[in-house]
């Protein structure tokens, strides 16, 4: 790993920031365009998008980052047995003997549930495989949680309505070695967009329409590290959930989802850098967003390749 010392040198926490007013920039400003290369290297680049609706059914939709972006697959899965979900980490889709099976975690009214079923070769449920373990309940005063996979460990983030950022190990079954930080009142969404050996990196708005990256490391003191990647405006005040997945070696493909409007706007985005971060904006997904819960389906972490946008 190279020294990353000076490019983070003097970078603040996140109430430091806000603190500071760094988080409020020109209304007109906005991200800077890729060159049209760029959305070229790009246009192969998909991500696998999960939700539930009102009705408690579990839909997995495939979007292409093609000129316009498009929904170009759509798969469902589990009818009517998760209602009232509030909030779900990514899931992961892994080959079984029968077909495929998903798992992780997800809110169900104030209770945190692990689940998991299994589907057939046409995809369709199999009898019996539903699974749920109760993890715990008070999850009602919180407005964002997340997984974060490798095949070392797994960490599960989630952000409290006071503003404080959490994350538990796991061990086995147990969610363990609980640490959190304050200062995030401000944001409005996240999304997981790098893992490592030694952090994880988020993508977050705020509600005065900046977005930032958050660096958390995942040894010692849990301390996480915010850079201003693009100022304050229009562009980012209304995505209410952010999915982001993998696009090439050190890049993020980035879903801002509008549940009030309905609709998402997708972006290209470069190895992320601070302000120097290169954006490419690929307009607004052809497809309606109207679910309550939106999260990323991935794969096994022995067999997906780790997010590395930052």
Known sequence: MKDSRSRWAG???????????LGAGPASASPVVAPAGAQQVTAACKMSVGSVTDAGDHYIREYTATSPPSMTGETRGLLATVLDAGMAGSMVKEPVAAGS???????????????????????KPIAGTTKTARVGGGWDGYSYF??????????????????TLLRWTMSGSTWAAKVSAPGFSSVRAMALISQTSAYDTFLATTRGGALYSVRVPTTGAFKPVVRLVGAAGSRWEKPINLVAERCGQYG?????????????EMFAIGHVNGTA????????????????????????PDLTPPLNGE
């Open 277 to 300: 971060t290169v954006i490419n904006e690929l307009h607004w997904v052809e497809a309606e967003f109207a679910d309550p819960v939106y999260f990323r389906m991935t794969g096994r």
């Open 146 to 163: 997340e997984t974060s996979r490798t095949t070392t460990r797994t960490n599960q983030y989630a952000l409290r309505s006071d503003g």
């Open 11 to 21: 970078v603040l926490p996140l109430a430091a920031l806000l603190a500071a007013g």
């Open 101 to 123: 099976r998903y798992s992780g975690w997800m809110v169900f009214g104030n209770v945190m549930w692990a689940v998991s079923y299994e589907v057939d070769a046409q995809n």
């Open 252 to 264: 993020t493909l980035l879903v801002g989802i509008d549940r009030n409007g309905q609709n998402a």
